[in-house]
């Protein structure tokens, strides 16, 4: 740009690039960009930060009444921080739950019943990914249909099979030779969850089959190839080829599998009378309360600061699981290609 042929220097300068740029498409749709990317970032996070307020506000509510004498639950003065802290409320709390009890057996119902969730889970979706089989859409559609139909539907029939298990008919059998059936009750123990999750029907088992079976239709086949060429069967391919390869479709299940588990109380309610999970516990406590011969639990507000306290042991393991993993349970979602 030859600055002597323009008059007026500065203004005659300004004049002309300003022109010079209103002519440059580039320029101009660069300008819009960056203002357009600036408009998008301000909006995305003030989104994030008024869903995070929505998702942790429970938990902000939790802690602030959990730990907080009655009194102080309609001082207007108190909002967040409670002046005077307590533990009381835990104390009362663990001793009318059992909640070390309730703990112990709600994480080894959890975690047994996830870790056979996850093995039939991944053998019935890498059969749906990887093999054909006459009726094999039709059977793939009652797998869908399990995320469809809610377990209510279904709990009555589950109950009295568990009621009277007959083991899977050869109790009906031996009744032909002998007239009398030949069953057992299951209820009130953990194999009225293990035996569902062992044939892939436990909690969420359709959306478990679901996640493996995306996730196995999306690996190389040439592996497979070349593993039957070496000599493997299907059995072994699995077991040496696939499932090293799929460790984040295992982690994201187990920990899914696991939170579903612990956070159940419908299924385990209609099985368990004498052994009581942490979630069961927690939805009768508040007529625990009520049963109580301690006066303060007649207190409307103190039944809030209790429920508020049952809350936080009940949701406080699955969040230490979730603090620990959380890095590989990022990366395994990422993996897995679960986005929302």
């Not at 007026?8 to 101009?28: I, M």
């Not at 385990?268 to 011969?293: A, D, P, Y």
């Not at 809350?311 to 959380?326: D, E, G, M, S």
Request: proline share 4%.
């Amino acid at each position: 740009m030859d600055l002597k042929k323009i008059t007026g220097f500065p203004g005659k300068v300004k004049d002309y690039v300003r022109e010079k740029h209103e002519k440059n498409p580039y320029l101009a749709k660069k300008a819009t960009s960056k203002a357009a990317h600036i408009a998008w970032t301000i909006f995305r996070t003030l989104l994030l930060i008024g869903l995070s307020f929505i998702i942790i506000y429970p938990v902000i509510y939790m802690f602030s009444m959990g730990f907080r004498v009655s009194e102080e639950v309609m001082d207007p003065a108190v909002v967040w921080i409670p002046r005077t802290l307590t533990l009381d409320n835990f104390k009362m709390t663990i001793d009318l739950m059992k909640y070390w009890d309730a703990l112990k057996q709600t994480v080894l119902f959890s975690i047994l019943s996830s870790l056979l969730a996850v093995a039939s889970c991944a053998i019935t979706g890498y059969g749906f990914a990887r093999f054909k089989f006459k009726g094999k859409k039709f059977l793939f559609v009652l797998v869908l249909l399990m995320v469809i139909i809610p377990s209510q539907t279904t709990i009555i029939p589950q109950f009295i099979q568990f009621r009277y298990f007959d083991f899977f008919g050869i109790g009906k059998i031996v009744q032909l030779f002998s007239g009398k059936l030949w069953s057992t009750n299951i209820l009130d123990t953990g194999w009225s969850l293990y035996l569902p999750a062992i044939f892939a029907n436990g909690i969420r088992a359709g959306i478990m089959i679901y996640i493996f079976r995306q996730f196995f239709r999306g690996l190389p086949k040439e592996l497979e190839d070349a593993a039957y060429i070496d000599g493997c069967g299907p059995i072994r391919t699995f077991i040496q080829i696939m499932i090293p390869l799929s460790s984040a479709a295992f982690i994201t299940v187990f920990l899914f599998s696991f939170v579903w588990y612990w956070n159940d109380y419908y299924v385990s309610g209609m099985f368990f009378s004498n052994i009581g999970t942490v979630s069961v516990r927690l939805s009768g406590l508040r007529s625990l309360l009520s049963m109580s011969q301690a006066s303060v639990s007649f207190d409307p507000y103190s039944i809030i600061t209790y429920m508020q306290a049952g809350c936080l042991l009940t949701i406080a393991p699955p969040l230490i699981v979730y603090i620990i993993f959380q890095r590989f349970f990022t990366q395994s979602i990422e993996k897995t290609g679960i986005v929302g």
